[in-house]
T-cell receptor, first 116, second 113 residues
Framework: DTAVSQTPKYLVTQMGNDKSIKCEQN?????MYWYKQDSKKFLKIMFS???????INETVPNRFSPKSPDKAHLNLHINSLELGDSAVYFC???????????????FGEGSWLTVV | DAKTTQPPSMDCAEGRAANLPCNHS???????VYWYRQIHSQGPQYIIH???NNETNEMASLIITEDRKSSTLILPHATLRDTAVYYC??????????????FGKGTLLTVNP
């Protein structure tokens, strides 16, 4: 069983469209994240949710709106897609919010978004 | 911003030990050293973490210097499937900005046959 799963794995869409990426974790974790990896391969955090509450929003444009219906799911909705949104988006989860021993963050396999 | 410094690339012969260094000279007392790797087209994979003692698991060993300003990840018998970008990350123990992993550029380890 995949611990952190994302769908779709690949998504090609036109500029201006609205799309969503779904994420689910079956680890019983309280905290979930979205990371973005751009063409230069830098991995940067976008959002963090803890028990459905937004904790981190790393100056991401308002076109990106995360939604957490329950603590096992964190979906990413993107409005009015732009060419620069093309990237790989990784969902992740950890047992709880704070760091320390045992609070390892586990990543999904990524969703490849291409905006044309 | 990443608090670690790693060489951009390293090579290793298959079957030999791969030793990946990391400098984290500004690490503070409650910060852990985490190692992740990212194999091409996959999500980052957790390898190991430590605070001040050396750690070993089924994947690797982590050696942290006594002053905690640097560490080395050791893959004892590298295989071709270990070719990946390896990230050394410093992450706090509690409170503050510990919610996230801040990735640097990492080290591209290439294991050669």
């Amino acid at each position: 069983d995949t611990a952190v799963s994302q769908t779709p794995k690949y998504l090609v869409t036109q500029m201006g469209n609205d799309k969503s990426i779904k994420c689910e974790q079956n680890l019983g974790h309280d905290t979930m994240y979205w990371y973005k990896q751009d063409s230069k391969k830098f991995l940067k955090i976008m959002f963090s949710y803890n028990n459905k509450e937004l904790i981190i929003n790393e100056t991401v444009p308002n076109r990106f709106s995360p939604k957490s219906p329950d603590k096992a799911h964190l979906n990413l909705h993107i409005n009015s897609l732009e060419l620069g949104d093309s990237a790989v988006y990784f969902c992740a989860s950890s047992p709880h919010l704070t760091g320390g021993a045992g609070n390892t963050i586990y990543f999904g396999e990524g969703s490849w978004l291409t905006v044309v | 911003d990443a608090k670690t410094t790693q060489p951009p690339s390293m090579d290793c012969a298959e079957g030999r030990a791969a030793n990946l260094p990391c400098n984290h000279s500004t690490i503070s007392g409650n910060e852990y050293v985490y190692w992740y790797r990212q194999i091409h087209s996959q999500g980052p994979q957790y390898i190991i973490h430590g605070l001040k003692n050396n750690e070993t698991n089924e994947m690797a060993s982590l050696i942290i210097t006594e002053d905690r300003k640097s560490s080395t990840l050791i893959l004892p018998h590298a295989t071709l499937r270990d070719t990946a970008v390896y990230y050394c990350i410093v992450r706090g123990g509690s409170g503050g900005s510990n919610y996230k992993l801040t990735f640097g550029k990492g080290t591209l380890l290439t294991v050669n046959p």
